[in-house]
């Protein structure tokens, strides 16, 4: 299978879209900012930047030390084909901005923290068992993500995480699909 960008663009946007109609129904004033942060911006940036590359370097260690995170990312090369630099960005970007968006600043205000982070656990669910752990992985990270939205005051922060997540993740899962490419050649 080869993703296509242009659907990745057209998905994601149509989320964005629908994050700032939900924005606008609900009368209050912005998308991107909820009330006064704990923090400020040059820290939100940060905090958002360190969460987004702890979690990058953690789920790099799983996948080096265990099968079963190793096997997710052969199944998520298999979903997305070939991933070229161009192709992770636009889908890091992308993806970063339209769940954020959508979760952090259209939904946790109206549904609240714990129910926006389900249902971010229950948008991840794969086509298959092999991505359970990615569904667990996704269902931790909306509850960071929807604290880092208490913690700033603003979805600035989990854009961040999301994006260095997701960067630094597909990347990874486009190396072990070049190992796998690799080790199959090398068995004929």
Do not use: K
């Not at 820290?43 to 979690?55: K, P, Q, V």
């Not at 968006?101 to 609240?112: D, H, I």
């Not at 569904?135 to 995480?161: D, H, S, W, Y």
Request: charged share 15%; glycine share 12%.
């Amino acid at each position: 299978m080869r993703l296509s960008l242009p659907a990745v663009l057209i998905f994601y946007g149509l989320m964005a879209a629908g994050a700032v109609l939900w924005a606008w129904l609900r009368e209050e004033p912005g998308l991107l900012v909820h009330g006064e942060g704990a923090i400020g911006p040059l820290a939100s940036i940060g905090t958002g930047l360190g969460l987004g590359l702890l979690t990058a370097l953690a789920s790099r260690l799983l996948v080096l030390r265990s099968g079963r995170m190793r096997h997710l990312a052969l199944c998520m090369a298999r979903l997305l084909g070939p991933l070229d630099r161009r192709a992770i960005v636009v889908i890091a970007v992308c993806s970063a901005l339209g769940e954020e968006l959508l979760f952090r600043g259209a939904m946790q205000p109206s549904w609240g923290f714990v129910v926006t982070s389900l249902l971010f656990g229950a948008a991840h669910i794969g086509p298959d068992l092999g991505f359970l752990p990615w569904t667990l992985m996704a269902l931790v990270l909306g509850f960071a993500l929807g604290g880092l939205l208490l913690l700033t005051g603003n979805v600035l922060a989990p854009i961040l995480a999301h994006f260095t997540i997701n960067y630094f993740n597909l990347h990874l899962v486009e190396a072990v699909r070049r190992m796998s490419v690799d080790e199959s050649a090398r068995r004929w």
